[in-house]
Nanobody, 126 residues
Framework: HVQLVESGGGSVQAGGSLTLSCVAS????????MGWFRQKQSNERVGLAA????????DYADFVKGRFTISIDSAKKTLTLQMNNLESEDTAMYYC????????????????????WGQGTQVTVS
């Protein structure tokens, strides 16, 4: 079965950078999408960026454009999120998701019951 394991979270000062990674295992699909999401306390999960593994097409939330970059190493099934110029508002639990629908939009991850999720990695910006 599919497992997603995130890493790279931690504490950083405002203006700093972090790189999150997500390693997928048990994936047997030839084409799928992966993405990054975050959830603040008591709030709903919000999509940050998604990427299609075959086409490389990306979908970014407007509030991270220019600061966050999503990339994927399909051979290693490793998803990365480079986060620059971090702000206190970026403090949240960050989750990696895998969507097999082929839609590859942030909304498709959140709306489908068959989306796979990792356990999350905490990012704190002070």
């Amino acid at each position: 079965h599919v497992q997603l394991v995130e890493s790279g979270g931690g504490s950083v000062q405002a203006g700093g950078s972090l790189t999150l990674s997500c390693v997928a295992s048990g994936v047997t699909y030839n084409s799928y999408c992966m993405g990054w999401f975050r959830q603040k306390q008591s709030n709903e999960r919000v999509g940050l960026a998604a990427i299609a593994t075959v086409s490389g097409r990306t979908d970014y939330a407007d509030f991270v454009k220019g600061r966050f970059t999503i990339s994927i190493d399909s051979a290693k099934k490793t998803l990365t999120l480079q986060m620059n110029n971090l702000e206190s508002e970026d403090t949240a639990m960050y989750y990696c998701g895998l969507d097999i629908s082929g839609l590859c939009t942030k909304a498709s991850f959140l709306s489908r019951a068959d989306t796979y999720w990792g356990q999350g990695t905490q990012v704190t910006v002070s």
